[in-house]
């Protein structure tokens, strides 16, 4: 049988407040995010694994606050003041642990950000401790910054996630795809981007549209089938 292939679209990223799903996993989070202005010393640390809404939940505080958001890898080429001259999100500081440039602007950035009284948030995988920075002045200020935590997705909030990245493609589930995914996957925010790409790439070379069976063939062939008594 020859294989056909569909239309890949574009994928459409949802990243406005209605389209964040809160559930007690990450309540907290957004509190503390809706909260900006009472922020401890000015600055907020969002931390959480891969996909857990931190990109997300950065694109409300900028909208909500005027903020503007670069990954920390871009740091050492930006011009910081600036940056400074409002609110700034800075992603992924861990990506730019042992780099001294980079660290030296976080630095400069970190103390005219709040010398001008705007905010700042930090985003990554794991809290300051772990980040690795070795600038001694840059280090002492990150462990002295606020930590909100998303934490690991519950049953409701995996489903959301995995219903906003089948919107993202423009794929629309068969309805006993998200309950079979959540029977049989990793209980992870990275498994659920994973899977539904996969779902997706055979959907299209398919046109059988995202069915169970698709779930099925995918979970197998990313190894990410857990044990469970029905198929």
């Not at 009284?117 to 070795?134: C, E």
């Not at 059988?208 to 197998?220: C, D, N, P, Q, Y």
Request: aromatic letters at 4%; a negative charge.
């Amino acid at each position: 049988m020859t294989t056909q292939y569909g239309l890949d679209l574009p994928r459409r990223l949802a990243l406005g407040r209605e389209d964040f799903f809160v559930t007690e996993a990450n309540a907290l989070a957004l509190a503390l995010i809706d909260g900006w202005r009472n922020w401890a010393g000015g600055k907020l640390a969002l931390v959480g694994p891969q996909g857990a809404g931190k990109t997300h939940l950065a694109h409300v505080w900028a909208k909500d606050s005027g903020a503007r958001i670069l990954p920390a890898r871009d740091l050492a080429l930006a011009d910081i003041p600036a940056l400074a001259t409002g609110p700034v999100c800075v992603e992924d500081i861990s990506d730019i642990a042992g780099q001294p440039e980079a660290e030296n602007a976080l630095f400069h950035l970190h103390n005219l950000v709040l010398a001008e009284r705007h905010a700042l948030m930090l985003t990554a995988h794991t809290p300051p401790t772990d980040w690795g920075i070795r600038l001694p002045d840059l280090a002492s200020r990150m462990m002295g910054t606020q930590v909100a935590r998303l934490g690991p997705p519950d049953d409701a909030l995996l489903s959301a996630v995995l219903a906003k990245l089948f919107a993202d493609r423009h794929s629309v589930p068969a309805p006993d795809v998200i309950p079979y995914l959540l029977r049989h996957m990793p209980r992870s925010f990275a498994a659920a981007g994973q899977v539904v790409a996969e779902i997706d790439r055979r959907a299209l070379a398919t046109r059988g549209g995202a069915t169970r069976a698709k779930a099925r063939e995918a979970l197998a062939a990313l190894e990410l089938c857990e044990a469970s008594g029905d198929n």
